[in-house]
């Protein structure tokens, strides 16, 4: 099954919105992709790694965490 059409039936996208999901994604892969190799050119591969690596450790526990309710509109409309 592809992942585009579960993550937009699970949080209720448009298919226009869940096209933007995906392009803002590989956008910001490519963008990330030559900074982070000319990072790892001046610092060395191994701590651009593990800096990598800690960023994607202390994103998990958000993926286990309860949903949160929508922010409330505050602009006073």
Same mark, same amino acid.
């Given at each position: ?19 933007? !999901?995906? $392009? =803002?994604?590989? #956008?910001? +892969?490519?963008?990330?992709? &030559?900074?982070?190799?000319? %990072? ?13 690596? !800690?960023? $994607? =450790?202390?994103? #998990?526990? +958000?993926?286990?965490?309860? &949903?949160?309710?929508?922010? %409330? ?5």
């Amino acid at each position: 099954m592809p992942i585009l059409a579960v993550i937009r039936d699970e949080l209720s996208l448009t298919a226009s919105t869940a096209g933007w !999901l995906t $392009t =803002a994604t590989l #956008l910001s +892969a490519a963008v990330s992709t &030559p900074l982070l190799g000319r %990072l790892g050119d001046m610092r060395g591969k191994r701590p651009v790694l593990i800096g990598i690596l !800690l960023v $994607t =450790a202390n994103s #998990l526990p +958000a993926r286990s965490a309860p &949903p949160q309710p929508a922010p %409330l509109n505050t602009t006073g409309n």
